[in-house]
């Protein structure tokens, strides 16, 4: 059972699925300097400003938002206090990332599920912003549990390892000089 859970492991760690997301979402990115730019240049030079532009760029950064938070816990985008944890021996380091984890699942966790029934009411009538232009918001909607569920995979990707790693290290014994 190991094995299969090392393997399973192994191929999410190799990036596909938070490196791959982050492909298409950075792509969004353009979308929206594209449509600020486009926006501008219409309103400024033509007096002619746009109803969706705003919008778009909104939905658009929220997706950003939303699913980049897996890639940037991946390459360590996120702060950390490392002045205390340096100082801290293996078995208080695995102490703190247990319980680093189980605060990220909780957290993780409760997002998938709320997000996941706000995102099922909102598939379900096909929710739309409410505003003129009305578009569809329900898609927005749907990457706050995929986001986080991203999110809570990264953790446990993170963390098991690293926490596994520091219970198999001995302490270093310091010998005195005398």
């Known amino acids: 059972m190991t094995m299969g859970y090392r393997k399973f492991l192994d191929s999410i760690r190799a990036g596909t699925i938070t490196e791959r997301l982050a492909g298409y979402i950075s792509i969004l990115i353009a979308v929206i300097i ?7 240049i219409l309103r400024s030079l033509f007096n ?14 929220g997706f950003i938002v939303l699913l980049g938070g897996a890639y940037t816990f991946r390459h360590g ?3 950390s206090i490392s002045i205390f944890y340096d100082r801290f021996g293996h078995k208080m380091r695995a102490i703190v990332d247990i319980l680093t984890l189980l605060c990220l699942s909780i957290f993780c966790l409760v997002l998938v599920w709320n997000g996941g029934k706000i995102a099922l009411e909102s598939v379900l009538i096909l929710e739309g912003s409410h505003t003129y232009w009305n578009p569809p918001i329900y898609f927005l909607k749907l990457a706050i549990p995929i986001g986080a569920l991203a999110l809570w995979l990264e953790g446990l990707l993170n963390y098991i390892p690293k926490v ?7 302490p270093v014994e310091v010998k005195s000089a005398r």
Not at 34 to 40: A, C, N, Q, S
Not at 48 to 61: G, M, R
Not at 165 to 170: S, V
């Open 164 to 170: 596994a790693l520091q219970l198999r290290q001995r």
């Open 34 to 40: 594209i449509i600020i730019f486009l926006d501008v």
């Open 48 to 61: 002619k400003p746009t109803i969706w532009a705003n919008e778009v760029s909104q939905q658009s950064f």
């Open 77 to 79: 985008g996120f702060i």
